[in-house]
C-alpha cells in the first residue's frame, strides 16, 4: 500500500488542492467540491498497482467529483473505472441520476460528462481504474450499461468480489504474481456485468458474457482441486457442456488448455521460492497435476525448460 495522502498532516489551506491533485493523477481531470471547512478536511488516500489495473481508496471528508463537457474535450482518457461506494452515493451521467445505498457500485466512462456525490457525513470509495482496451467492449456498450447497473443479475457476484478485495489490499499486492491474477479477475467481472447491463445489441451475448465470468471465477477458486473438469464445471454452474464451450469461446483456447496454464503458471512461480528438498512434482499436485510426464511435458511446451532446469536457472539467480 501506498498512501498518497493525509489531509490531517498538511495546512488546512493546502488540502483542498491536494486532494484535487491526488483526484486528477488517477487518470483523468475532474473537478472537486469538498463538503466541508478547510479545517475540517480529513482526506486520506490510498493507490495500488493491481496486475493491468489502478486502485484508489479515499477515506474521510465527503466529496462531490464531477467531470464536465468541457473537461471531456480538454482531457478524454480510453479509461474505465469500477466504484465501490460503501456508503452509498448519488450518480448522474448520460441523463440519468440514481441514489445508491450502502455498497454501491457504479461504472465510470471519462469519455462522459457526469456527477458523483457521497451521501452522509463521513465516506470511503474503492475504486478501480483500467484501460478499455483491456475491458475489450465499445464505449457505447459502456454508456449503455450505466444506467441499467441495478437491473444485472451480476450485480451481487460483482459487489461482492469489489467488498472482498477491498478488504484485502495489502495482502493481495504483497505478490505480483497475485496482484496479475487479481487485476484480471476484476477486469473479467467488469466486463460481465457491463455486457448485462448494456443490452440491445448486446443482449445475445450477456448469458455466455455471464457465464464465462463466472467459470474464470469458479476455476481460479478451485484450481488445485485434481477433478477440476469441464463435466464438473457445466454441473456446477447447472449448464450442458456445450452450453459452457460456447459460454468459453476461442478467446484464451479451449477451457481445457487455459486450466492447464493457469495451473502450470502458479507451479512456475512456486517453484522460484520452493522450500529445500521439495520436489517439482509434489509443487504441481498441489496445483491439480496427477501424472509427473504429462506435467514436465506441459511445462516445458510452455516455457522451453524442464521444471527442473527452472528451478536451476532461478537457483543461479
Same mark, same amino acid.
Given at each position: 500500500?501506498?498512501?498518497?495522502?493525509?489531509?490531517?498532516?498538511?495546512?488546512?489551506?493546502?488540502?483542498?488542492?491536494?486532494?484535487?491533485?491526488?483526484?486528477?493523477?488517477?487518470?483523468?481531470?475532474?473537478?472537486?467540491?469538498?463538503?466541508?471547512?478547510?479545517?475540517?478536511?480529513?482526506?486520506?488516500?490510498?493507490?495500488?498497482?493491481?496486475?493491468?489495473?489502478?486502485?484508489? *481508496?479515499?477515506?474521510?471528508?465527503?466529496?462531490?467529483? !464531477? $467531470?464536465?463537457?468541457?473537461? @471531456? /474535450? &480538454?482531457?478524454?482518457? =480510453?479509461?474505465?473505472?469500477?466504484?465501490?461506494?460503501?456508503?452509498?452515493?448519488?450518480?448522474?451521467?448520460?441523463g440519468a441520476e440514481r441514489e445508491v445505498g450502502r455498497d454501491a457500485v457504479v461504472i465510470v466512462d471519462f469519455t462522459t460528462p457526469y456527477t458523483f456525490a457521497h451521501t452522509g457525513t463521513r465516506t470511503s470509495s474503492f475504486v478501480t481504474h483500467f484501460s478499455r482496451a483491456d475491458l475489450g467492449l465499445d464505449v457505447d456498450d459502456v454508456r449503455a450499461a450505466i444506467p441499467r447497473l441495478h437491473a444485472s443479475?451480476?450485480?451481487?457476484?460483482?459487489?461482492?468480489?469489489?467488498?472482498?478485495?477491498?478488504?484485502?489490499?495489502?495482502?493481495?499486492?504483497?505478490?505480483?504474481?497475485?496482484?496479475?491474477?487479481?487485476?484480471?479477475?476484476?477486469?473479467?467481472?467488469?466486463?460481465?456485468?457491463?455486457?448485462?447491463?448494456?443490452?440491445?445489441?448486446?443482449? *445475445?451475448?450477456?448469458?455466455?458474457?455471464?457465464?464465462? !465470468? $463466472?467459470?474464470?471465477?469458479? @476455476? /481460479? &477458486?478451485?484450481?488445485? =482441486?485434481?477433478?477440476?473438469?469441464?463435466?464438473?464445471?457445466?454441473?456446477?454452474?447447472?449448464?450442458?457442456?456445450?452450453?459452457?464451450?460456447?459460454?468459453?469461446?476461442?478467446?484464451?483456447?479451449?477451457?481445457?488448455?487455459?486450466?492447464?496454464?493457469?495451473?502450470?503458471?502458479?507451479?512456475?512461480?512456486?517453484?522460484?521460492?520452493?522450500?529445500?528438498?521439495?520436489?517439482?512434482?509434489?509443487?504441481?499436485?498441489?496445483?491439480?497435476?496427477?501424472?509427473?510426464?504429462?506435467?514436465?511435458?506441459?511445462?516445458?511446451?510452455?516455457?522451453?525448460?524442464?521444471?527442473?532446469?527452472?528451478?536451476?536457472?532461478?537457483?543461479?539467480?
Amino acid at each position: 500500500m501506498a498512501v498518497v495522502l493525509d489531509a490531517l498532516t498538511h495546512p488546512p489551506g493546502d488540502r483542498a488542492e491536494l486532494v484535487h491533485d491526488v483526484i486528477a493523477r488517477s487518470g483523468a481531470r475532474r473537478r472537486v467540491e469538498l463538503r466541508a471547512p478547510p479545517e475540517a478536511v480529513d482526506v486520506r488516500a490510498e493507490a495500488w498497482e493491481v496486475g493491468a489495473t489502478r486502485v484508489l *481508496r479515499t477515506t474521510g471528508t465527503p466529496m462531490t467529483l !464531477a $467531470r464536465t463537457a468541457r473537461d @471531456v /474535450r &480538454a482531457d478524454a482518457p =480510453e479509461l474505465v473505472a469500477i466504484a465501490l461506494v460503501p456508503g452509498g452515493c448519488r450518480y448522474a451521467a448520460r441523463g440519468a441520476e440514481r441514489e445508491v445505498g450502502r455498497d454501491a457500485v457504479v461504472i465510470v466512462d471519462f469519455t462522459t460528462p457526469y456527477t458523483f456525490a457521497h451521501t452522509g457525513t463521513r465516506t470511503s470509495s474503492f475504486v478501480t481504474h483500467f484501460s478499455r482496451a483491456d475491458l475489450g467492449l465499445d464505449v457505447d456498450d459502456v454508456r449503455a450499461a450505466i444506467p441499467r447497473l441495478h437491473a444485472s443479475d451480476l450485480l451481487p457476484l460483482v459487489r461482492g468480489h469489489l467488498v472482498a478485495m477491498s478488504g484485502a489490499m495489502d495482502a493481495a499486492t504483497a505478490s505480483p504474481a497475485v496482484a496479475a491474477d487479481l487485476g484480471r479477475a476484476t477486469i473479467d467481472l467488469t466486463r460481465a456485468l457491463v455486457a448485462s447491463a448494456a443490452g440491445g445489441a448486446r443482449a *445475445r451475448d450477456v448469458r455466455h458474457e455471464t457465464l464465462r !465470468a $463466472r467459470v474464470v471465477a469458479h @476455476v /481460479r &477458486a478451485h484450481l488445485r =482441486e485434481h477433478d477440476l473438469t469441464p463435466a464438473r464445471i457445466a454441473a456446477e454452474h447447472h449448464v450442458s457442456l456445450r452450453t459452457l464451450y460456447n459460454a468459453w469461446g476461442d478467446r484464451d483456447g479451449r477451457l481445457t488448455d487455459w486450466i492447464v496454464r493457469e495451473r502450470l503458471e502458479h507451479v512456475r512461480r512456486e517453484l522460484a521460492v520452493r522450500a529445500p528438498g521439495t520436489s517439482t512434482f509434489a509443487v504441481a499436485r498441489r496445483w491439480g497435476f496427477v501424472n509427473a510426464a504429462h506435467f514436465s511435458r506441459r511445462f516445458r511446451d510452455a516455457y522451453g525448460v524442464t521444471p527442473t532446469e527452472w528451478v536451476a536457472l532461478v537457483t543461479r539467480g
